[in-house]
């Protein structure tokens, strides 16, 4: 975001589409899921586990691989809307189906506390001021951002834990699916056409 040019970054487009298509997800899997588990808990997790997507960790580096470094900026901006409404839907849900109430303006603070909302917001108000960062200093954030994404996989294997597959082998097969195969079937589609 630091470094993007945001009249040709942003695009309101993109961010009606992303936006809308999340909610309207999570409004369909909720309906689906709440007629095919009966346990309230796995129901919120599982619907959780479909909606959102690991748009920081994966979507970025897709994108990078596809469109190169020239796409990054695109794919930063779109942190500034995609993660807020991740965090904001899966509060809500989670807390519907451990039979508590969220309220919302507790959770929208919360959700501006995120530090992936807090760096996109700072990398967005310096790049509205003009400001630039010390050539050292843009080197080392250029340095540690490109060590972020491994470092994050090597993290997300050392927490897999395999005996989970046994024991909620089903839940995962439906969200497996859901997440990687049915959400994707529908949403590529709808976002090519557009």
């Known amino acids: 975001i630091y470094s993007a040019d945001l009249s040709v970054v942003f695009n309101a487009k993109l961010v009606v589409f992303a936006i809308s298509f999340i909610v309207i997800s999570v409004l369909v899997i909720t309906f689906v899921i709440v007629r095919i588990e009966d346990n309230d808990a796995s129901r919120g997790a599982m619907i959780h586990a479909i909606y959102r997507s690991n748009f920081v960790l994966m979507g ?104 989970v597959i046994t024991s909620r082998g089903r839940s995962i097969m439906i969200c497996v699916l859901g997440r990687l195969v049915i959400v994707p079937m529908i949403g590529l589609p709808i976002a090519a056409l557009m």
């Open 60 to 163: 970025i580096m897709i994108v990078q691989n596809i469109f190169g470094k020239q796409g990054l900026p695109t794919a930063a901006m779109m942190v500034t809307f995609v993660v807020p409404c991740f965090n904001f839907i899966a509060v809500i849900l989670l807390e519907h189906f451990r039979g508590g109430k969220a309220d919302i303006g507790t959770v929208a603070l919360k959700v501006l506390r995120n530090p992936l909302i807090i760096g996109a917001l700072i990398g967005l108000a310096v790049c509205l001021t003009g400001i630039k960062l010390p050539g050292i200093a843009a080197d080392v954030i250029d340095g540690m951002s490109e060590a972020t994404m491994p470092m994050a996989l090597i993290m997300l294997g050392v927490s897999f834990d395999p005996s």
